[in-house]
């Protein structure tokens, strides 16, 4: 094999290799490929960096994104001067995020308190040197951050109509995706994903399984598991309610209560003047004797 071909391959290699996490002048950033949380409890993304002594008192400004290129977002910026303990956070910076690693020991580490499904994505950590030419020195590959959670079901309900028929919807959060399924009384059931969903930032931990032909006045239950977890919810579907009555059916009803409210009240007056006549011929009687 030719021996000019190899030590090209070689540089060529080299030269790929050391863009992941290398700078110019002797930087270098170290991160991991992936890190793996779950929901609810702080995770630490690791981030550490090395640079030659002649600078290690220069002001450094630590900046952590999630995402890359212009739709990036910007969590956490801080700027670490010389002789300062600690790196002072810019102003309104969100409290989730804290740089658990100190900037003067080489150490950019960022924590994330509360993870949430959210949170997963590709985090990239950059330091910055104030007064240097090229100040800027980052690892291109970054952190892959999963953020992972037992099965909830959000949202369990039935549509439908006695006509077209009635199906029910069981929408499940979950991380890995869970499994779906449905069981009966006595038997399991088939049901069926319902796709595709909106293409948005849950899109990829959200699920809605159906399950159609239910018949009313009968119990199904929805079951969601995943490594991490099992949940089971149980819905009853109600029998459709009677139709109500047309109007004109009430008419016949109120000419009833109408008539037996004059009778009482003819019943009433009658019974008013007989009361005073008889008083009256009393009265008369009495003069009489």
Known sequence: MDVQLVCSFLSLLLSATGGLGSGDDGWSIHMQAEIRAVESYPVVLPCTFSHPQHSKHSS????WRLGHGPSATVLYRCTSRPGAPTCEPRPQQDQRYRLEGNPREHDLSLRINSAALQDSGRYFCRVEVQGREHNGYEDKMGTRLRVEAPPKILALSVEGSE???????CRVQGSPLPDVQWLGANDLLEGSPVGPLAQDSTADFHTVSQLRDVEPGQQYTCSASNPLGKEQAVLYVLPPRPPLPVAGASLPLLLLLTASLGAKVILLVG???WMVQSRALQGVSCWWK
């Open 60 to 63: 450094l400004q630590v900046l």
């Open 271 to 273: 019974t008013g003047v």
């Open 163 to 169: 006509q077209a028929g009635y199906r029910a919807l």
